[in-house]
């Protein structure tokens, strides 16, 4: 069953139909409030004895059982006898309510308000005035005399202020100022301490055109805080009203005023229009979400969490296509082969793949395809390395939405699926031709179609593969196409692939004290970024590459900070340090790196390790699969390192192997 409980007001349980459950008397209603409070965790027996009864009688344990089990009765009525419960089980020492977050509207309200401060003014105005309609009365209105629900009451209490607060500044940035007087009016009767709701009332009253009612307001607040709380208005009121009587500018930027403002009125007129149907909210919602995906920072593990939770919901509603069009709405190119969230990646390739499962006959093929790039696009860096590429589910789901983007002659939708195809082109080294191929047909189809993310993310393909293939003026002028798309349309992220690429060249054509100075600002701008796929060991590893070309020491940096590359570094700073036996015995075991733009430098530095271990089997093993690499640039890959030309490095390598019948110091 899918149960809801509710406790923002008098305790009480509904089944899916929104049918009130018969939960019997306040005992039985204390117990499950109880367990609200605990929140998922488990609360003793003798913890749930001492807080239903001052002076508990004999037989407290036996009658708190019956409770529990008239309550599993009310909450699972089909629940077959001798069945182990599902919502309210009995675990070690006590009981638990094992119910999600939207199963119990103070949680649910929780998140709600937690979650508006990422939303736009428009969606925090609709999510918030949906979450203070759960309200019912005080929450655990009929349990609020125990000590134990006190607190929680008063916590809940503490945040449906907060959202009537974050309401009316969302309805004031909207423009909306007229539409929040009365709400807040009203509030401040019965909370007279929120000075900030006061602010709130004053500016509200200013935009609306009611000066002399702000200033009014300004007065009745001292006088209420002086009788109540014998206090003063705090500085910010004062402030506020030294504003409003000399009609500071600032206060309102006027109809049109601000783009903030024409920015915010454009989405209240698009929340207004929006059909309240849940599938076009689902689309609406994961376009918004691939919007923000580029915004940088925390938009884009926002995006990333809001995209999961709609695709979940398209999910819930069963119906595929809708479940497709969700999906497939978020067409975030992706220049990178290493995921921010490895296990938010493989929910999505297995929603993509249930979906595509579950698409009826005669579904349409761009649905399909989609899904497909999907797959393709979310199992980056998966490539398997004990095998062919091509046996790989991703592998060739890349290629079949390719095939079915060409057939349909779709231009955007194959701009997309080449964006897959390029995320799966690493079934050996030595293939940044056949990338910049791909970054040259996306840079078509994207200026073609009208396609600006698309155009910057040929771009980036097309100056990670020429820094590979030892062409750096072609390089350096994608990356100068790409800075000035993204800051013609503010495509923040962009700017972290191309401050890495130019420390990269300047560690190939520098001093080593420049190269670490511009490795030290490429690693700033990762800060903040919201890309730990890519910053994720990145910037030790680049700091190794500086020791290798300059001849300096190899960098102290503790294990955690060389992130997923540590196993592939390990062996050669344990040769560095003269422990040849202990690097060989770690080479013998290493296994190939991932197949993805790491993974030439991954093999120079196993290349550089067996070099100083004298362990041949383990140089032989980088020879071979670096050997099809032999016409590029070491780490260029990425367009984030130079460990100089993989050929130089062959050659010392092959010599190597050419005299291993050498005596070796064990």
Not at 522 to 548: K, N, Q, R
Not at 551 to 569: H, Q, S
Request: contains cysteine; charged residues 25%; proline residues 7%.
């Amino acid at each position: 069953m899918r149960v809801t409980v509710g406790v923002l007001g008098p305790v009480a349980a509904w089944d899916a139909d929104g049918r009130p459950l018969g939960l019997k008397g306040p005992r039985h209603r204390a117990v499950l409030a109880r367990l609200v409070v605990a929140r998922r965790r488990v609360v003793p027996v003798p913890r749930l004895v001492a807080d239903l009864w001052d002076e508990p009688p004999k037989d407290a344990v036996s009658a708190l059982r019956t409770f529990v089990a008239a309550l599993r009765r009310a909450l699972e009525p089909d629940r077959p006898p001798r069945a182990r419960p599902r919502l309210l089980v009995t675990e070690g020492p006590g009981y638990a309510l094992r119910l999600a977050d939207e199963r119990v509207d103070a949680w649910r309200f929780e998140r709600a308000v937690t979650d508006v401060a990422e939303l736009p003014p428009a969606a925090a105005v609709a999510r918030l005035t949906e979450a203070l309609g759960w309200w019912r009365g005080p929450a655990y209105a009929d349990v609020a005399g125990a000590d134990w629900a006190r607190t929680a009451a008063g916590r809940l209490a503490e945040l449906r202020c907060q959202a009537v607060e974050r309401r009316a500044e969302a309805q004031i940035a909207l423009g909306a100022a007229a539409e929040a007087v009365p709400d807040l009016d009203a509030y401040l009767s019965e909370h007279p301490w929120r000075e900030d709701a006061w602010q709130l009332l004053v500016l509200a009253l200013y935009r609306s055109g009611r000066q002399a009612d702000a200033l009014a307001v300004v007065r009745r607040a001292r006088h209420t805080l002086a009788e109540r709380l014998g206090v003063d208005p705090g500085p910010r009121l004062r402030r506020l009203e030294a504003d409003v009587l000399r009609q500071a500018e600032h206060l309102d930027p006027g109809p049109g005023g601000s783009a903030a403002q024409i920015w915010a009125q454009a989405t209240a007129a698009y929340e207004r229009a929006l059909p309240p149907s849940a599938h076009t909210r689902l689309e609406s919602t994961a376009g918004l979400m691939r919007d923000l995906a580029v915004t940088g920072g925390g938009g884009l593990a926002a995006a990333g969490r809001h995209r999961v939770a709609a695709v979940a919901a398209a999910e819930q509603l069963g119906d595929p296509l809708l479940t497709a069009r969700v999906i497939g709405i978020y067409d975030v190119p992706a220049n990178w082969t290493r995921a921010d969230d490895p296990e938010q990646a493989r929910w999505l390739v297995a929603a993509a793949e249930r979906t595509l499962a579950a698409l009826p006959a005669g579904a349409p093929e761009r649905a399909r395809a989609r899904l497909l790039g999907t797959v393709a696009l979310e199992s980056r860096g998966t490539l398997p390395v004990d095998r062919p590429a091509t046996a790989d589910r991703a592998y060739r789901a890349a290629a079949e939405a390719e095939r079915i983007a060409r057939r349909l002659a779709d231009g955007p939708l194959l701009a997309f699926a080449l964006n897959g195809v390029w995320m799966q082109t690493f079934e050996r080294t030595g293939l940044a031709g056949r990338r910049d191929a791909i970054g040259a047909e996306v840079l078509d189809l994207a200026r073609r179609h009208e396609l600006v993310r698309y155009e910057v993310l040929g771009h980036l393909i097309r100056l990670q593969a020429r820094a590979a293939l030892a062409d750096p003026a072609g390089a350096d002028r994608h990356a100068t196409a790409a800075d000035r798309l993204a800051e013609r349309h503010g495509l923040a992220l962009v700017g972290v692939f191309t401050t890495w690429y130019r420390a990269s060249r300047v560690a190939a054509t520098g001093s080593a004290s420049a190269a670490e100075a511009a490795y030290r600002r490429a690693a700033e701008a990762l800060v903040g970024a919201g890309m730990p796929g890519l910053a994720a060991g990145l910037p030790a590893v680049a700091a190794l590459s500086l020791a290798l070309r300059h001849g300096g020491p190899l960098p102290e940096v503790p294990a955690a900070e060389w992130g997923p590359y540590e196993v592939w570094v390990r062996p050669l700073l344990t040769a560095w340090r003269g422990e040849r036996a202990a690097a060989r015995a770690a080479l013998r075991a290493l296994p190939a790196p991932p197949r993805d733009l790491m993974s030439e430098a991954l093999w120079c530095l196993v290349g550089r390790a067996a070099l100083l271990a004298g362990e041949h089997a383990a140089l032989a093993r980088a020879v071979e699969a670096l050997r099809p690499a032999a016409g590029e640039v070491a780490g260029a890959q990425g367009g984030l390192l130079d460990l100089g030309p993989v050929a130089e490095h062959l050659a010392a390598w092959t010599a190597e192997l050419a005299g291993n019948d050498r005596p070796r110091d064990d």
